[in-house]
């Protein structure tokens, strides 16, 4: 089964500092990974998703992540934060035609004026 | 209209009662899910409809029992809960039913809180 892991529960950075959150994901056939943002008390918004097109995916409010199959991973950066960035992000992944998207444990990112 | 409703925001509910959680989306998806989040926890998938029809349930316990009267609606009805149930319970739709490789649209979820 597919599954991904969120290397960091918390990370804090100053506003206009670099965001670095990483995900690792496991899979015996391609993935197709995702990152989605959910702020308090709120549903999740999708911030960007590989499906294999590009390595390199762009999303929205300034954030991308690239796809390294040699090393798993699918890191979401951000060059320089804002505080309104602040909020809980979730790396997923799924199959090809399967509805059965499972979710990392989250990171949650603080935004230092 | 891209938005996947869910109502109510909140609900306080006893171990006796009965109660529902209602969903809908007017966006012509054709699958629809419950997911259930407890604090600082990941979503964690508990039913998908595909075509009205439920593809998949996780082992989600009897007293859950979701229902989805036609491609817009989506239901989860409640009896006997248990405190530990309570959480933020999410739906979400997708344009395909054939699978996650689009995205998910998130309602804004039910705070459930089981007294």
């Known amino acids: 089964a597919q599954s991904v892991t969120q290397l960091g529960s918390h990370v804090s950075v100053s506003e206009g500092a670099l965001v670095l959150l990483r995900c690792n994901y496991s899979?015996?056939?391609?993935?197709?990974l995702f990152w989605y943002v959910q702020y308090p008390n709120q549903g999740l918004q999708l911030l960007l998703k590989?499906?294999?097109?590009?390595?390199l995916v762009k999303g929205i409010n300034g954030f991308e992540a690239e796809f390294k199959k040699s090393e798993t991973s699918f890191h979401l950066t951000k060059p320089s934060a804002h505080m309104s960035d602040a909020a809980e992000y979730f790396c997923?992944?799924?199959?090809?035609?399967?509805?059965?998207?499972?979710f990392g444990a989250g990171t949650r990112l603080t935004v230092k004026p | 209209d891209t938005e996947v409703t869910q109502t109510p925001k909140h609900l306080v509910m006893g171990m006796t009662n009965k109660k529902s959680l209602k969903c809908e989306q007017h966006?012509?998806?054709?699958?629809m899910y419950w997911y259930k989040q407890k604090a600082k926890k990941p979503p964690e998938l508990m039913f998908v409809?595909?075509?009205?029809?439920?593809?998949i349930n996780e082992s989600v316990p009897s007293r859950f029992s979701p229902e989805c009267p036609n491609s817009s609606l989506l239901n989860l009805h409640l009896h006997a809960l248990q405190p530990e149930d309570s959480a933020l319970y999410l739906c979400?739709?997708?344009?395909?039913?054939?699978?996650?490789?689009?995205?998910?649209?998130f309602g804004s979820g039910t705070q459930l809180s089981v007294l």
């Open positions: 979400a739709s997708s344009p395909s039913a054939g699978g996650t490789n689009e995205k998910l649209f």
């Open positions: 899979s015996s056939v391609p993935p197709y």
């Open positions: 590989y499906t294999s097109a590009a390595t």
């Open positions: 997923a992944v799924t199959l090809y035609n399967n509805n059965d998207m499972r």
């Open positions: 966006m012509g998806h054709r699958a």
């Open positions: 409809y595909s075509y009205e029809k439920l593809s």
